[in-house]
């Protein structure tokens, strides 16, 4: 069944969608905006410790549901594997309004000049990142993308105070909220930092210190990342920019709706999507642009399903770049326990950070921020928290638990993964979903300089917990499996060759002249920050353009 025409027809309600249809609703344009899942409130997803961890068999609380949404994992060996949402290795990504902004834990980092530049910065330094690798600069650079770094900071929301970070990039406004005060942990870190020659700061966060647009500060709850915010401190897009586009009239926002693929026409334009809603119908939304905005994984999906006489590998897919050098992060760091008490309940834990090491370390290529954890859930802590050797149940199990609980630091940070052609997103050929929709299939391997950068972070992470005062390590170290987790990015890359990338520099699909991929999924190298912000800035970047070419067509 078809629907009336509308300017433009956005799919998925994340990190980055809703910001590219505020965008061009408030310029005018009539924008449908298709989200999977539900718009969630703290009041669905209660504060229950075990279930609202992103990854336990016990479930999602925020999408998908492990029934109908399967994908499919590739071993080396050519065994596949069936995996369901709430299991390991499924490289979740919320699937609601607002998406993995309604639960994350909010740190809003923006990417340092060198993250733009990998290749002109390493390439003859480090050559052996090089090899096996599709490492490469991206078609932008750090000061294209400042002013829009800037607009989410501010739209959007950010605390912090980033002023004694002497590796940021250049910046023409400083942050528009306070950082929280510092916890205890804080405070013990930030002693050992300086002790090694450090710079520590407070991390800048997408969450209100102090009253902001309306909505309260944080109240510095345990229940933070994995959880939605009861008092709506935490930014994220269903409570900041999408309310923005519902108020201008001109944005429709359809839940619980699975797009199907980019319709398009004999001339290979766009002409819309097909859609199935919350009972199984199928619709079609003709639409003049189309904007994918699903995540790395899925927005690959939706493309390579996209198959028409034209496309017959999938949208965007006739150089077979679609779907590969999926990236994730690498997390690697080191846990420590004291004898001083280091936790006073204070949320959300983590606060302070370095960048000393994401750029500058000898024989390799980038590196890693480091900060500290957020708060551990007793579950999380008897899970994670556990020094080699120590028994998982029994008398030592119970006093270690009683000992350290409150005694405990981890220091960990999200390593620069070198991106590889042969870490991709596919399309199973057998196995669908609820909907009939061939679901994402994975295969591929981690390069090994990746692990190699992970491990040297996790020795930088231990040298900072022991010059605070440790008196026992160990250290997280990387592993060799497929990355691509809550970080994904990499699946559409940018680039201004159509033979070696998906996008242009302004997100639009260079086969295409009116369909535009905005997610992680366009990210050339994933830097060694969380890349949320990033996305926002692109987001903003990409809408403010399709809104200015619409206006001269």
Known sequence: MALPKVNAVVIGAGAGGPIVAKQLATAGWKVVLLERGKWNTPADCRKDDLRNQRTTVLGHPFGPDDEGNPRVFQAPNGELRILEPSGPGYNNNAACVGGGTLSYGAMAWRYQPNDFRMRTAYGAKVPRAFEGSTLEDWPISYEDLEPFYEQAEWEVGVSGDVSTDPFKGPRKRDLPMPPLPATREHQILEKGARSLGLHPFHIPMLRNSVPYRGRPACMRCRWCVGFACEVDAKCGTQNTVLPVALSTGNLELRTQCMTKEVLVDERGRATGVAYFDRDGRLWEQPADVVVVSGSAIESARLLLNSKSRLFPAGLGNRHDWVGRNLQGHTYTGALGLFEEETYDDVGPGAGIAVCDHNHGNDGLAGGAM??????????????????????????????????????????????????????????????????????????????????????????K?????????????????????????????????????????????????????????VDGSVHVTNGGFNPVLTIMAIAFRAGQHIAREGKRS
């Open 461 to 517: 992470a231990e040298a900072w917990l022991k010059a605070s005062g440790a008196v026992q390590t160990w250290l997280k170290k990387a592993g060799p499996g497929l990355s691509g987790g809550q970080h994904q990015a990499g699946t559409c890359r940018m680039g201004n060759d159509p033979k070696t990338s998906v996008v242009d520099q302004c997100c639009r699909i260079h086969d295409v002249d009116n369909v535009y991929v």
């Open 370 to 459: 480091l900060a500290n954890e957020f708060i551990r859930l007793p579950y999380q802590f008897i899970g994670s928290f556990r020094p080699p050797g120590l028994p998982r149940w029994g008398q030592a199990h119970k006093d270690f638990v009683r000992r350290f609980y409150r005694r405990s630091i981890a220091v960990q940070g999200p390593t620069q993964e070198m991106p590889v052609f042969e870490a991709r997103v596919t399309v199973d050929p057998r196995i669908k979903d609820r909907f009939g929709i061939p679901v994402a299939r994975f295969s591929g391997y981690k390069h090994p300089h990746t692990i190699e950068i992970g491990n040297a972070m996790a020795e």
